[in-house]
């Protein structure tokens, strides 16, 4: 579904992404873990067209989509849940997942997604009036998420979602993501947290200094002595 | 807009229609001059209506918005005076104003793409002050702007033989000039708040709102936050373009002593003040800033006679004072503005109780 290729990122002439080659198949949810500053937010940032790409290409269902215009991006089925979260913070819980299907205009089925992301994350619609801004960093993250699921998208991007987050707020998002990727839904998730990331997915890519180093099998690569030893502190 | 068909909007839209008619008529008893100061509160209701759309919707800080009320003015001034000795007729230069000054404001926009807050504020600075320098400047080798003497004996706004500078007696009843151009304000400002409401809850409303908010997840929902952006920048410009143009037929004369940053300053006084992306409060705004200083002007020398027997201090420069602390005490206790929108308002009660 989504093929990388030979991708570099650059910063000024500082290389943070060293052509790197990946892929992610229908239906799969794909972690790319790695320590701080290895190059996951950039390759993600670059996927997503918020960086401009230094080299290599990406297609996506057999098109090109290297350079893209950022906001062609959900028109193509991609949604990005930016780090950092990223909601509304001035508009209501409601008026920021409405926004997630601004390109739409088929409001009957706007409004059935809506329903089903309320399903999702009933704390979103306990929460429907309040304003996102106020909600706590677990329930934004829910937001973002459910905002992303408004576009109905063929594949999401997930950036840190754990980030900043209580543990008992990781696990709960983990388990949503989990839910979303059961119901179908192809994801790429870009972790810190490599055991929750491994655990999720199906298959996984290790960046370190910019270059994917190890790539299969999550769970292969949660038993990989160093797996454990570089990232679970074993 | 069934909202409106319940008597009791109804009779509130018939005594605001019934005030908007007697106001130049109350305004007159204290002289012409009062109905002129009430054209400049509406004219700056322009102002900040234009400006609310960069700051209030989009929330691009632009310190240097009154360089498109400069350049209506000037195209105005151009086209109808002895100057170059064109005499347009004022429906054909308003729009030539407002789309210059659109054209500036896209100019203004596309380097600034990349630019927010302090940042985005310093750049619009400059423009202004650039702009005031140019119309300053430009007198020679070829003499454009007539430099800081400025540009005199502009034409008034006419139809046919109407002149809106000239008394005339309507109905019996005689209407000076300024009650005519106030007239002619009132309309067109009725129009452009239509248009301010219409825009706020459009799709382009909710995209410059999203903007606002948070500019990358603005993009990966779907936004094209160039276009989006600029359009903010060439709207708010084209409301300054029109509002100038008008600003040179009432006045006759234009220099560009009347573009200072300080004008620019006052506009985003009145957004801020009012209500940052709230129409009503920005209007209030407007009509505030405008009339307190010249309430002050004519009311704090009188107002020494009477209580020390003399003046004291100069009523220019206490004019001044007052007018800051009024500020000051507004921005105290009123951080979103005198008139905030219900979100605002919201939010500043919701982030008060988490703190508790």
Redesign the interface.
Same mark, same amino acid.
């Given at each position: 579904m989504l093929e990388v290729t030979g991708l570099s990122v650059a910063y000024g002439g500082i290389q943070a992404v060293r052509s790197i080659t990946f892929h992610v198949n229908e239906g799969e949810l794909v972690a790319l873990v790695g320590a701080n500053g290895a190059g996951k937010t950039s390759t993600l940032k670059a996927l997503?067209r918020?960086l401009d790409t230094a080299g290599g290409d990406v297609h996506f269902l057999g098109r090109d989509i290297t350079a893209i215009?950022?906001? =062609?991006?959900? =028109?193509e089925g991609i949604?990005?849940? @930016?780090e950092g979260r990223?909601?509304? @913070? =001035?508009?209501?819980v409601a008026e920021n997942l409405a926004?997630?299907a601004?390109?739409r205009r088929d409001k009957a089925a706007i409004a059935a997604d809506l329903d089903h992301v309320y399903s999702l994350f009933p704390r979103l619609k306990e929460r429907a009036g309040?304003?996102a801004?106020?909600l706590s960093g677990g329930e934004q993250q829910m937001l973002?998420i459910g =905002?992303?699921l408004m576009?109905r998208p063929k594949l999401l991007l997930l950036d840190e979602p754990s980030m900043g987050l209580a543990p008992i707020m990781v696990q709960k998002i983990f388990s949503v993501i989990r839910t979303v990727a059961e119901a179908g839904m192809t994801i790429l998730l870009v972790e810190q947290n490599a055991k929750l990331a491994l655990e999720a997915s199906q298959r996984a890519y290790v960046m370190e200094s910019g270059e994917i180093t190890l790539s299969g099998n999550a769970a292969d690569l949660l038993g990989d002595p160093k797996v454990r030893q570089a990232y679970l502190g074993e | 807009m069934a909202k409106w068909l319940n008597p009791r909007s109804a009779l509130g839209l018939a005594l605001i229609a019934a005030v908007l008619v007697a106001l130049p008529f109350v305004a007159a008893l204290g002289g012409q001059a009062w109905v002129r100061i009430v054209n400049f509160a509406i004219l700056y209701v322009f102002l900040a209506l234009g400006l609310n759309i960069v700051v209030g919707f989009a929330g691009l800080l632009d310190l240097g918005y009154i360089a498109f009320y400069a350049v209506g003015a000037y195209v105005y001034a151009l086209l109808a005076s002895p100057h170059f000795g064109l005499h347009l007729p004022f429906w054909a230069i308003l729009p030539i104003g407002a789309v210059l000054a659109c054209g500036f404001g896209v100019a203004l926009g596309s380097p600034t793409l990349k630019l927010r807050g302090d940042y985005l504020a310093i750049v619009t600075l400059g423009f202004g002050e650039i702009i005031r320098i140019f119309l300053n400047n430009l007198n020679a080798p070829v003499n454009i702007t007539n430099g800081a003497q400025g540009v005199t004996l502009i034409d008034p706004i006419a139809v046919g033989g109407f002149k809106f500078s000239a008394a005339s007696q309507i109905f019996g009843l005689t209407v000076s000039g300024p009650q005519k151009y106030y007239f002619f304000l009132v309309a067109l400002a009725l129009l452009v708040i239509v248009i301010n409401l219409r825009l706020q809850h459009s799709?382009i409303g909710?995209?410059w709102?999203?903007i606002r &908010?948070?500019e990358?997840?603005a993009?990966?929902?779907?936004?094209?936050?160039r276009n989006i952006k600029l359009l903010a920048f060439a709207m708010g410009a084209s409301f300054g373009g029109i509002a100038g143009g008008i600003f040179s037929a009432m006045q006759g004369f234009v220099s560009p002593e009347s573009f200072s940053l300080i004008e620019s300053v006052m506009v985003l006084a009145m957004v801020v003040l009012g209500g940052m992306g709230h129409i009503p409060g920005v209007i209030l705004g407007a009509v505030l800033l405008t009339v307190l200083p010249e309430v002050l002007r004519y009311g704090v020398g009188p107002i020494q006679q009477v209580v020390f027997g003399k003046v004291l201090v100069d009523p220019e420069s206490l004019r001044m004072l007052i007018f800051g602390l009024a500020l000051v005490l507004v921005m105290r206790w009123k951080p979103a503005g005198l008139w905030p929108s219900p &979100?605002?308002r919201?939010?500043l009660a &919701?982030?008060r109780a &988490?703190k508790l």
């Open positions: 997503a918020m215009a950022p906001h =062609r991006l959900i =028109r949604a990005l849940v @930016p990223g909601v509304f @913070p =001035r508009l209501a926004m997630g601004f390109v309040q304003l801004g106020t973002a =905002r992303a576009s | 799709r909710r995209a709102q999203a &908010e948070d990358i997840a993009k990966a929902i779907g936004i094209n936050t &979100e605002r919201r939010e &919701e982030t &988490e």
